[in-house]
């Protein structure tokens, strides 16, 4: 069955800190895949996408993922997390037969700490 | 410009009753996609309006129904309400029938 997996449901870092965020996809074929956030009580924005091409893909916010097609997986990266970056984040998944319908994972809840 | 808007924000229904959500494209897109986000969860794809016509449908019941207008706004009806359908609903809109960018949403509480 198609899925997307997001590994952790909470992750705490400190300012300044790295921030690795997990995402695994199980589809046929390579899907289009997308992060998003989502800061309390709003809408999700979209951080970055990969559809082909260059596998390390640079987003908004300083955000970066790479997509490893032998891993099948997408992962979020930021050098240094600021206080900002408090929120849930999002991974999904747009295949050819379904596009325009995104599939999401569960989701990943990041708390900074000073 | 404005983004991706709906209406109203929130709202408070019990069980039974039926609710329509609102949703208005960001200028330049033509697709409507719903979401539902139920509490602790990622979001679920409902359907896709896209030339007035659903394009694409969700595993929802047929409870749950939608409209695309000529200007490309959409309405998400919910008829026979549960307490299961409380979430927070979402609208994302896009230039055909590709990705969308997400609106705030609606929070739909039923007691």
């Known amino acids: 069955a198609q899925s997307v997996t997001q590994p952790d449901i909470h992750i705490t870092v400190s300012e300044g800190a790295s921030l690795e965020l997990r995402c695994n996809y199980s589809y046929g074929a390579t899907p289009y895949l997308f992060w998003y956030v989502q800061s309390p009580g709003q809408g999700l924005q979209l951080l970055l996408k990969y559809f082909s091409g260059d596998t390390l893909v640079q987003g908004i916010k300083g955000f970066e993922a790479e997509f490893k097609r032998s891993q099948s997986s997408f992962n979020l990266r930021k050098p240094s997390v600021h206080w900002s970056d408090a929120a849930e984040y999002f991974c999904?998944?747009?295949?050819?037969?379904?596009?325009?319908?995104?599939?999401f994972g569960a989701g990943t809840q990041v708390v900074v700490t000073p | 410009d404005a983004g991706v808007t709906q209406s109203p924000t929130h709202l408070i229904k019990t069980r039974g009753q039926q609710v329509t959500l609102r949703c208005s494209p960001k200028s330049g897109h033509d697709t409507v996609s719903w979401y539902q986000q139920a509490l602790g969860q990622g979001p679920q794809f409902i359907f896709q309006?896209?030339?007035?016509?659903?394009?694409q449908r969700g595993n929802f019941p047929d409870r749950f129904s939608g409209h695309q207008f000529p200007n490309y706004s959409s309405e998400l009806n919910v008829n026979a309400l549960l307490l299961g359908d409380s979430a927070l609903y979402l609208c994302a809109s896009s230039l055909g029938q590709g990705f969308g960018y997400f609106g705030a949403g609606t929070r739909l509480s039923v007691l």
């Open positions: 999904a998944v747009m295949t050819t037969d379904s596009w325009g319908k995104l599939q």
């Open positions: 309006y896209y030339e007035e016509e659903e394009r």
